[in-house]
């Protein structure tokens, strides 16, 4: 389902009035909520945990032999540590502290290992010894809805979690329990299912709220 089809299932199961919304932006009152409520409920969703498999996706820095410190990708959430490659040799990612006093200077080893600061930003051991390519896996951060045809990442079996958690919000803003109640209840087997096969072996662990 697109941005603006899951909006329009939001206000079908929420009873509202009209056919609508016909476009997620330049909304205004009820329709400005529902727009908004699908697209804050999207990050949420995304943000219980950082590892959803839809989230994963496969990355690469151009690294020079003038510089040792990199930006990442703007969507970087987490770096798998088991994945960092330079060239043909895997790089280890150790903590910031320990790199930090390891290496405020060039090791003249090569580049054999790494960290991320606080900002984010990779730091190498090392001086590259030639132009070339880091590859690693990574998380990418939460997809932000915008426009009417973006889709979420999600599988779309289960973009339906997105609607009934919009739904919550929805019977919350007009002190509706039965609202909330049903909402919480078809949210659970929607996200438990998604949980599933989205993120093996872990268990909802409290209320969805």
């Known amino acids: 389902m697109t941005y603006l089809e899951l909006c329009q ?18 909304q205004t009152g009820e329709y400005k909520r529902l727009v908004e409520w699908i697209a804050n409920e999207w990050v949420r969703l995304q943000e219980r945990h950082q590892r959803w498999n839809f989230a994963w996706a496969q990355g690469s820095l ?90 979420p990442r999600a599988p779309s079996v289960y973009h339906y979690a997105i609607v009934y958690a919009a739904l919550r919000q929805y019977g919350l803003y007009e002190n509706a329990p039965e609202v909330v109640q049903q909402a919480d209840y078809s949210l659970s087997g929607v996200y438990q299912a998604m949980v599933n096969r989205e993120l093996p072996g872990v268990e909802i662990q409290g209320p969805l709220a």
Request: zero cysteines; aromatic letters at 10%; charged letters at 30%.
């Open 9 to 26: 299932a939001l206000r079908r199961e929420a009873g509202a009035a009209g056919t609508g919304p016909a476009n997620v932006e330049g």
């Open 62 to 151: 151009e690294v020079e032999p003038s510089f040792r410190v990199y930006d990442l990708p703007s969507d970087v959430a987490a770096i798998d540590p088991e994945t960092l490659y330079y060239r043909d040799r895997d790089v280890a990612i150790v903590p910031w502290h320990e790199f930090r006093e390891q290496f405020r200077e060039p090791s003249g080893g090569g580049v054999r290992r790494a960290a991320l600061d606080p900002s984010g930003q990779l730091h190498l051991e090392d001086f590259p010894d030639t132009t070339a390519d880091i590859t690693f896996e990574y998380w990418r951060e939460p997809q932000i809805l915008q426009s009417n045809n973006d889709v």
